[in-house]
Each structure stands twice: as structure tokens, then as C-alpha cells.
């Protein structure tokens, strides 16, 4: 019932930039951390960026200072602004939310089924 969608990937060249969205839906939900992780071919799943109820951030250190992470709680929307990408950003980007149900005292975390990101000249 929880949907949890990704978009914006693409093909860019060193040095360019992009923006990956993401928006979950469903009904009685309550959604509270979201975030971004990514998995390159031959790695695990690492994470990239997160962000709070409350806005607060956390970055992978290898993102920061190039990558910034927003949200726009009333839109259950997140957003990811990439930029001086380099070939080593080329993976899938997953997006998630840490979802609770109406009901229910348990946190559980909803995947997107990921966004292709390929930094490339």
C-alpha cells in the first residue's frame, strides 16, 4: 500500500549535475525519516544522504559539501541536488521512508525500486 517512487536519474558528463526526487504515498501512513542510498556495481548498498522530520542532515562523507538533501514534509516529497558529479557517483540511487501506520507502533523502512545515476564522459 506504500508506494515509494524515485525519478530524475539519468546520463551526465564529470563535473554536471542532477536532481533526483522521490515521493511516498499511501493512506494512514505517518512518514518520518527519509533518505537516499545507493549501490554501485560490485558494492553494497551505502548511504548517501538523510533527512529528519525536523530537517536535520546527515551526509556520506564522500557526498559532502556536492550533494544537498530536502524535503518538503507536507508533500511526503525529498529531493536530492547532485552536483560536480563525478564517475565514481554512477549507481542506483534508492530513495526510502521510514513509515509508521496508523495504529501501529513500529517504524518500517519502504524502498523505491531505485534510479539509475551514470556520470560519464
Request: hydrophobic share 35%; charged share 15%; with cysteine.
Amino acid at each position: 500500500q506504500v508506494q515509494v517512487v524515485e525519478s530524475g536519474g539519468g546520463l551526465v558528463q564529470p563535473g554536471g549535475s542532477l536532481r533526483l526526487s522521490c515521493a511516498a504515498s499511501g493512506s494512514g501512513i505517518s512518514i518520518n525519516a527519509m533518505g537516499w542510498y545507493r549501490q554501485a556495481p560490485g558494492k553494497e548498498r551505502e548511504l548517501v544522504a538523510t533527512i529528519s522530520t525536523a530537517g536535520s542532515t546527515n551526509y556520506a562523507d564522500s557526498v559532502k559539501g556536492r550533494f544537498t538533501i530536502s524535503r518538503d514534509s507536507a508533500k511526503n516529497t525529498v529531493s536530492l541536488q547532485m552536483n560536480s558529479l563525478k564517475p565514481e557517483d554512477t549507481a542506483v540511487y534508492y530513495c526510502n521512508a521510514d513509515v509508521v501506520r496508523s495504529g501501529a507502533i513500529l517504524t518500517y523502512r519502504y524502498w523505491g525500486q531505485g534510479t539509475q545515476v551514470t556520470v560519464s564522459s
